[in-house]
T-cell receptor, first 111, second 114 residues
């Protein structure tokens, strides 16, 4: 079975700082990769996804992610965070019908 | 937002009682999923459905059963609730499993088993 690892459990940073969240997966074949965000008290929403093609994927709200096949990684980045980016972020990998999720990273942005 | 509703949104129940959670979609999507969300574990798949009356187990299916008699409804039943089933439960839907089709999530049900 696939596994998904997110390296950081909790990240605290100030507004305007840059953000990078790590995600590694175990599957070696063709993958579909996703980043979801969950704002406090809300359901999960899709930030971005990778299917094929350009390994640098741009999503909503200024987020981007880079797929590096040789490293089995799909790291999420944002050059300058805002207080409103405070949320929990989940990396996910498609496994047949299903998505396998990482444990999540809580991001707290201080004003 | 995708048309997904979950009911109830909050429930407190006692150990040993049966509980049914409902997921309803208006998107006519084929695939439906039930996850539980717990701190430190992310989302874990309980059961999923790939069509009416077609369901299969996920990674944490013990103590749960599901039914799907109509495209739009997917029910999750805790046969005899235990404190370890205290969690937030999310339903998700997907049009397809091909390509980069994502899953859309409902608002969640917070279940407390006392």
């Amino acid at each position: 079975a696939q596994s998904v690892s997110q390296h950081n459990h909790h990240v605290i940073l100030s507004e305007a700082a840059s953000l990078e969240l790590g995600c590694n997966y175990s599957y070696g074949g063709t993958v579909n990769l996703f980043w979801y965000v969950q704002y406090p008290g809300q359901h999960l929403q899709l930030l971005l996804k990778y299917f094929s093609g350009d390994p640098l994927v741009k999503g909503i709200k200024g987020f981007e992610a880079e797929f590096i096949k040789s490293k089995f990684s799909f790291n999420l980045r944002k050059p300058s965070v805002q207080w409103s980016d405070t949320a929990e972020y989940f990396c996910a990998v498609r496994n047949d019908y299903k998505l396998s999720f990482g444990a999540g990273t809580t991001v707290t942005v201080r004003a | 937002d995708a048309g997904i509703t979950q009911s109830p949104r909050h429930k407190v129940t006692e150990t040993g009682t049966p509980v049914t959670l409902r997921c309803h979609q208006t998107e006519n999507h084929r695939y439906m999923y039930w996850y539980r969300q717990d701190p430190g574990h992310g989302l874990r798949l309980i059961h999923y459905s790939y069509g009416v009356k077609d369901t299969d187990k996920g990674e944490v299916s013990d103590g749960y059963s599901v039914s799907r008699s109509k495209t739009e409804d997917f029910l999750l039943t805790l046969e005899s609730a235990t404190s370890s089933q205290t969690s937030v439960y999310f339903c998700a839907i997907s049009e397809s499993t091909m390509g980069a089709r994502e899953q859309y999530f409902g608002p969640g049900t917070r279940l407390t088993v006392t």
